[in-house]
Nanobody, 126 residues
Framework: VQLLESGGGLVRPGGSLRLSCAASGRTSSTYAVGWWRQTPGKEREFVAAISWNGIYTYYADSVKGRFTISADNANKTMYVEMNSLEPEDTAVYYC????????????????????WGQGTQVTVSS
């Protein structure tokens, strides 16, 4: 499974950005996809995740109410709409896919993800 992120860039505080993640290869083997982010010197942090069928979603507390994740199961593309962006949201954002069924807080467990993209930079700055 290959994951390709796009949509990163520079945005002012309070602005919006939409990231996309296109999955290819044996995507039928995956159950869920999610976004993680990382800044220099820090561990990769969970952002949001969704099952491909769109039924289950899970968000980090830091982005609840500001970010919305969605999935196009037919085209195996996943999106995150990021609103009210803050400088603290600056990071490299990674798309990840999991083979196993995830529930609730397990969406936020990094070791349960099997495939990772290369990342896209998001910078929130005035």
């Amino acid at each position: 499974v290959q994951l390709l992120e796009s949509g990163g860039g520079l945005v002012r505080p309070g602005g919006s950005l939409r990231l996309s993640c296109a999955a290819s290869g044996r995507t039928s083997s995956t159950y869920a996809v999610g976004w993680w982010r990382q800044t220099p010197g820090k561990e990769r942090e969970f952002v949001a995740a969704i099952s491909w069928n769109g039924i289950y979603t899970y968000y980090a507390d830091s982005v609840k109410g500001r970010f919305t994740i969605s999935a196009d199961n037919a085209n195996k593309t996943m999106y995150v709409e990021m609103n009210s962006l803050e400088p603290e949201d600056t990071a490299v954002y990674y798309c990840a896919a999991a083979i196993n069924r995830l529930y609730g807080s397990s969406f936020g467990m990094r070791d349960l993800y099997d495939y990772w993209g290369q990342g896209t930079q998001v910078t929130v700055s005035s």
